[in-house]
């Protein structure tokens, strides 16, 4: 006898909860799979990773491995889209979180609203040691009898809860700690869950948790009771007799939903740019309203000491060898007292500025974390002027001009289409440049920058993502849209690695 029914709502919601957290999953792996270790600390240390998917040794040098060297490519059947695609990656995880929470809170919801949540919230702390009972049976290879099952059973009706009410929310409250515009605006969201990559930690404990329960729960629909426990999930009735129809749905769902899995992967990759241009078109309204609107005070907010400095900060992209710049060599090998840069396009006074002129400016000191999308983070000391006051050296910007190009000397580690290398470049759009905590700098944990980290000058934006944080610059231009230079998308992460031009989650 049930007390409980299973409407309509409650069989589409979980049907689509099991079609989009295999999404989540699949496109957290690929995630994962560009950096495959988690860490407690927000150094991220050679040898400091609690676990880690891969047999790759991070020496203990500074810059003697590029982030970019530790990534895996995975299968197109696993990871959502496959391949070594964390640009397309990330935004699948964006675009289906929002639509999993949106079902979420649709069948908490109404779960609440029907007085149904009885289902799967214990009433009675007897619930625990009748779960117990219930893993005892199972442990001895039996089942409970149909009777426990009101409609679920103690053991189950706990894991159900756990997974509702703990689980989910758990990668809720973790997932946004990952953005850098977040924690940069309110530095005690990270900090309250243990920092950045505790964060991270949690969300990849949360998945792990999730996962097993979803090949559990699966396993157990077949074994446990399935002549009524199939009949009730596929037509909402506990009705033995029509369990042969009810398998027959259930194994037809489970089928398409694996089918619809595997087709957004691939389809993903028949045209990675149209797949890239979607996802951002349908991701941008939503950063518009959330991290868009967040604007990085670390440095105000004391956020970081000079005790918290990463021993060991990972680097990606290496600094250009003689061959790639002839240009950039030459002026190391001079200490960089030659150095001077371009500041043009549509500007009134494109100048040449040098080093010196640059350390003439007021300068800022910061120290702040940074975020690569990969997943690591580390925590340096960063001096060096303003962005806006490098630019007034060049008179007056002209009010058409949106996006700030800064290219460097150093070359793109690859180009998505096989051409010739070419020189890194990003565009930072207007708003990020008139950040308080955006600056050019020339200077990490009270020394001039270090080869590998950007020398001479590098730029600092805290509120976004590494990639846009160009080492090695080489010119700046002011330029009226982003579509208009490289191919189009923003930068060399963009154009190549099909990432998004807005680096704030
Ligand atoms: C069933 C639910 C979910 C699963 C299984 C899942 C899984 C994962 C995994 C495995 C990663 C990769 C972690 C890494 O290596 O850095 C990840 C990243 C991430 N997740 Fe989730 N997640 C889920 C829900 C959510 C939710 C609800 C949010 C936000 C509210 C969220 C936001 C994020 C963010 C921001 C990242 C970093 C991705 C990026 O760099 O773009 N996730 N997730
Ligand atoms: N010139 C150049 N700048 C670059 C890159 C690059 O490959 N070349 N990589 C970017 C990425 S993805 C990251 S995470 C940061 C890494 O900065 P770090 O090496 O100083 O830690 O640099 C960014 N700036
Ligand atoms: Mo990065």
Same mark, same amino acid.
């Given at each position: 006898? $049930?007390?409980?029914?299973?409407?309509?709502?409650?069989?589409?919601?979980?049907?689509?909860?099991?079609?989009?957290?295999?999404?989540?999953?699949?496109?957290?792996?690929?995630?994962?799979?560009?950096?495959?270790?988690?860490?407690?600390?927000n150094?991220?240390?050679?040898?400091? &990773?609690?676990?880690?998917?891969?047999?790759?040794?991070?020496?203990?040098?500074?810059?003697?491995?590029?982030?970019?060297?530790?990534?895996s490519?995975?299968?197109?059947? !696993?990871?959502l889209?496959?391949?070594?695609?964390?640009?397309?990656?990330?935004?699948w995880?964006?675009?289906?979180?929002v639509?999993?929470v949106?079902?979420g809170?649709?069948?908490? *919801?109404?779960?609440?609203?029907?007085?149904?949540?009885?289902?799967?919230?214990p009433t009675?702390?007897?619930?625990?040691?009748?779960?117990?009972?219930?893993?005892t049976?199972?442990a001895?290879?039996?089942?409970?009898?149909i009777?426990?099952? #009101?409609?679920? &059973?103690?053991?189950?009706?706990?894991?159900?809860?756990?997974?509702?009410?703990?689980?989910?929310?758990?990668?809720l409250?973790?997932?946004?700690?990952?953005?850098?515009?977040?924690?940069?605006?309110?530095?005690?969201?990270?900090?309250?869950?243990?920092?950045?990559?505790?964060?991270?930690?949690?969300?990849?404990? *949360?998945?792990?948790?999730?996962?097993f329960? $979803?090949?559990?729960?699966?396993?157990?629909?077949?074994v446990?009771?399935?002549?009524?426990?199939?009949?009730?999930?596929?037509?909402g009735?506990? &009705?033995?007799?029509?369990?042969?129809?009810?398998?027959?749905?259930?194994? +037809?769902?489970?089928?398409?939903?694996?089918?619809?899995?595997?087709?957004?992967?691939?389809?993903?990759?028949?045209d990675?740019?149209?797949?890239?241009?979607?996802?951002?078109?349908?991701?941008?309204?939503?950063?518009?309203?959330?991290?868009?609107?967040?604007?990085?005070?670390?440095?105000?907010?004391?956020?970081?000491?000079d005790?918290?400095?990463?021993?060991?900060?990972?680097?990606?992209?290496?600094?250009?060898?003689?061959?790639?710049s002839?240009?950039?060599?030459?002026?190391?090998?001079?200490?960089?007292?030659?150095?001077?840069?371009?500041?043009?396009?549509?500007?009134?006074?494109?100048?040449?500025? #040098?080093?010196?002129?640059?350390?003439?400016?007021?300068?800022?000191?910061q120290?702040?974390?940074?975020?690569?999308?990969? *997943?690591?983070?580390?925590?340096?000391?960063?001096?060096?002027?303003?962005?806006?006051?490098?630019?007034?050296?060049?008179?007056?910007?002209?009010?058409?001009?949106r996006?700030?190009?800064?290219?460097?000397?150093?070359?793109?580690?690859?180009?998505?289409?096989?051409?010739?290398?070419?020189?890194?470049?990003?565009? +930072?759009p !207007?708003?990020?440049?008139?950040?308080d905590?955006?600056?050019?700098?020339?200077?990490?944990?009270?020394?001039?920058?270090?080869?590998?980290?950007?020398?001479?000058?590098?730029?600092?934006?805290?509120?976004?993502?590494?990639?846009?944080?160009?080492?090695?610059?080489?010119?700046?231009?002011? +330029?009226? &849209?982003?579509?208009?230079?490289?191919?189009?998308?923003?930068?060399?992460?963009?154009?190549?690695?099909?990432?998004?031009?807005?680096?704030?989650?």
């Amino acid at each position: 006898m $049930t007390e409980y029914d299973f409407p309509a709502w409650l069989r589409v919601s979980h049907l689509l909860n099991f079609f989009l957290i295999g999404l989540l999953i699949r496109s957290g792996w690929q995630i994962i799979a560009t950096h495959p270790r988690f860490y407690w600390r927000n150094d991220c240390g050679p040898g400091t &990773d609690w676990i880690r998917f891969t047999r790759r040794v991070v020496p203990r040098e500074e810059g003697a491995y590029m982030a970019r060297d530790d990534e895996s490519s995975l299968p197109s059947w !696993l990871a959502l889209p496959g391949g070594k695609n964390i640009g397309l990656g990330r935004h699948w995880h964006g675009l289906v979180t929002v639509l999993w929470v949106a079902n979420g809170f649709f069948y908490v *919801g109404l779960l609440f609203l029907t007085g149904q949540w009885g289902r799967i919230v214990p009433t009675s702390w007897d619930v625990i040691p009748s779960a117990w009972e219930s893993l005892t049976v199972y442990a001895g290879f039996g089942i409970p009898g149909i009777e426990h099952f #009101t409609p679920y &059973d103690s053991l189950q009706q706990l894991m159900y809860f756990t997974v509702v009410f703990i689980a989910a929310p758990l990668m809720l409250v973790t997932g946004p700690a990952m953005s850098p515009a977040l924690i940069g605006r309110h530095p005690w969201y990270a900090k309250m869950l243990g920092g950045r990559q505790a964060a991270r930690s949690l969300h990849f404990l *949360g998945m792990a948790f999730l996962t097993f329960f $979803t090949v559990m729960h699966i396993a157990l629909v077949f074994v446990v009771h399935p002549d009524h426990n199939l009949p009730q999930m596929m037509f909402g009735v506990d &009705d033995p007799a029509r369990f042969a129809q009810a398998l027959t749905v259930c194994l +037809i769902g489970i089928a398409l939903v694996v089918a619809a899995w595997l087709a957004i992967s691939y389809l993903s990759l028949v045209d990675v740019r149209k797949t890239q241009r979607l996802l951002f078109a349908l991701l941008e309204p939503i950063r518009a309203v959330t991290v868009n609107r967040m604007v990085s005070r670390t440095r105000r907010a004391s956020t970081y000491t000079d005790k918290d400095i990463s021993p060991y900060h990972w680097s990606n992209g290496r600094h250009p060898t003689s061959e790639e710049s002839p240009e950039w060599t030459a002026l190391a090998e001079g200490g960089f007292e030659d150095f001077a840069m371009e500041i043009g396009g549509l500007t009134s006074h494109p100048v040449r500025v #040098t080093l010196d002129e640059l350390k003439a400016l007021p300068q800022q000191e910061q120290i702040a974390m940074h975020t690569c999308m990969q *997943g690591w983070t580390g925590i340096a000391k960063w001096k060096g002027p303003k962005v806006m006051d490098v630019m007034a050296l060049a008179g007056q910007r002209d009010p058409a001009a949106r996006f700030l190009m800064v290219t460097s000397f150093g070359l793109a580690q690859k180009m998505h289409d096989g051409r010739p290398l070419e020189p890194y470049y990003s565009c +930072i759009p !207007l708003a990020d440049c008139l950040e308080d905590e955006s600056i050019f700098a020339w200077s990490m944990n009270d020394r001039p920058l270090p080869l590998t980290f950007g020398a001479p000058l590098r730029l600092r934006v805290e509120s976004i993502h590494g990639y846009k944080m160009v080492k090695y610059i080489h010119a700046l231009e002011w +330029i009226k &849209d982003y579509r208009e230079v490289g191919d189009g998308m923003g930068g060399t992460r963009e154009d190549s690695g099909y990432q998004a031009i807005n680096a704030r989650i």
